[in-house]
């Protein structure tokens, strides 16, 4: 079959300057041939964020609706900025997504929180390319969750689009450096930095497990989608179903 006649459809809400959650979240979903991604953006881009300490919610809801024209099964806002200004914010974006089109609606964030609660984990070692002055947010954010940077890898960039260059090579290089202090768990936190891809071979290096911010969206995706299968070992614990 070169493809499903009756798919079940996940709608996205991506940054307009990512090119990363797209990318990941159609190479998971390739072998899941019953399970349709569909793609709506949201304007961030560049160094500036007109929304620095909340969502743009006319444009989330516009977004929304756009995607809710399709029917798709969930609606899932793929991005990680509720880490840095409260994971309070995703809860509402969630409420309100599913109010105003009906359809099941998560985050990479509320995902995130669930499976730390669900492993019991507290020690975060942070894997990011942000500078220190955004680092700092994500830590008092995670604080409010009860969560610690325990360790932590940034590389300094600040226009959003350039976080997708990183090289796969230097995310494990920095995976493996905030590996040595023991966390209970390695995460990368940016939908615009392609870890998923290398998920799998520091999490067989290491023994620690290694979630991508983008891979928590594509999850959450297909939980509030109801879709049981995930894309595999491939991608590391998180897409084994562990």
Partial sequence: MLMHESPVAIATITPSGNT?????TIAMLRDLPGVAPLFS?????????LFPDSYDEAGMG??????????????????????????HHDEALAISLRLGTGIPADTSGLMLRR???????????????????????????????????????MLGMTDNLSYASVP??????????????????????????????????????TGIPFWDATALGVLAGLEAAGVAERPGAAWGSLMAGI
């Fill in 168 to 205: 796969f090579a230097r995310i494990a290089e920095q995976a493996r450096e905030v590996a040595a202090g023991k966390p209970d768990l390695l995460l990368a936190w940016c939908t615009n930095y392609a870890a998923a891809p290398v998920a799998a071979q520091i999490e067989a290096e």
């Fill in 62 to 87: 516009d977004a929304a609706r756009l995607l809710s024209h399709a029917k798709p099964a969930a609606i899932i806002w793929n991005g990680s900025k509720g880490g840095a200004i409260g994971l």
């Fill in 20 to 24: 990363v959650v797209e990318r990941t």
């Fill in 115 to 153: 499976m730390m609660q669900k492993h019991g984990f507290r020690r975060i070692g942070l894997v990011t390319p942000y500078t220190a002055a955004y680092q700092a947010r994500l830590h008092a954010g995670f604080a409010a969750e009860g969560w610690e940077v325990a360790g932590e890898s």
């Fill in 41 to 49: 953006r949201l304007p961030v881009h560049g160094t500036t964020d």
